[in-house]
């Protein structure tokens, strides 16, 4: 199995401030990852895939970066609506992996 | 709208069995592959396993493919999971999910809370 290790596993942030997340992988799994968003009440959200690629709809202060075995999503500008929990995940080769996620809260 | 809502869900004693649903509507069910994945209560995320959008096919966590089977009912657009010799350490939150040819998951339901205890 592909370890994902994801850092930090909190983070604090002000609304307009940017932050950034990273992911990184036992082995390289190419460019092939994907960043997913949890917030209470909501169904989870499919941000990035592809290392860098954003999904319809995901905002552009959202970017994603790296390849191989190291990745990062950042967010810029932060928007009170971008606090929840953040989870990268490989999808490069099974069994697909997930890191442990990030929870990112307002400072 | 794509909808998935999972159903099948409570609390079951160890060592029996439990089958979960997802009904799907929005998008055309069988050309879809479709994943589970769990949540634990700690929120640890763990793929389960998907299976092909004929349902001749499927792919399952090392760990878990001997006690979980996925199956589907394309005149349904129902996803299953059957779940046998339940333990503890099976309670999560169960999402189906919808999954891109690339393996990632690009629709989600809202998760259905298994608990195994006795």
């Known amino acids: 199995d592909v370890q994902m290790t994801q850092s930090p596993s909190n983070l604090a942030a002000s609304p307009g401030e940017s932050v950034s997340i990273n992911c990184k992988a036992r082995?390289?799994?190419?460019?092939?990852l994907a960043w997913y968003q949890q917030k209470p009440g909501k169904v989870n959200k499919l941000l990035i895939y592809?290392?860098?690629t954003l999904q319809s709809g995901t905002p552009s202060r959202f970017s994603g970066s790296g390849s191989g075995t190291d990745f990062t999503l950042t967010i810029r500008n932060l928007e009170p609506e971008d606090f929840g929990l953040y989870y990268c995940?490989?999808?490069?080769?099974?069994?697909?992996?997930f890191g442990s996620g990030t929870k990112l809260e307002i400072k | 709208e794509v909808q998935l809502v999972e159903s099948g869900g409570g609390l079951v004693q160890p060592g029996t069995s439990l089958k979960l649903s997802c009904v799907a509507s929005?998008?055309?069910?069988?050309?879809?592959?479709m994943s589970w994945v769990r949540q634990t209560p700690g929120k640890t995320m763990e793929w389960i396993g998907d299976?092909?959008?004929?349902?001749?096919?499927?792919n399952y966590a090392p760990s878990l493919k001997n006690r979980f089977t996925i199956s589907r009912d394309n005149a349904k657009s129902t996803l299953y999971l059957q779940m046998s010799n339940v333990r503890s350490e099976d309670t999560a939150t169960y999402f189906c999910?919808?999954?891109?040819?690339?393996?990632?998951?690009?629709?989600w339901g809202q998760g259905v809370m298994v608990t195994v205890s006795s």
């Open positions: 929005g998008f055309t069910f069988s050309d879809s592959w």
């Open positions: 995940q490989q999808h490069n080769e099974y069994p697909l992996t």
């Open positions: 999910t919808r999954t891109h040819g690339f393996n990632y998951f690009d629709y």
């Open positions: 592809s290392g860098s």
């Open positions: 299976i092909k959008y004929d349902g001749s096919y499927t």
């Open positions: 082995k390289s799994i190419s460019k092939y």
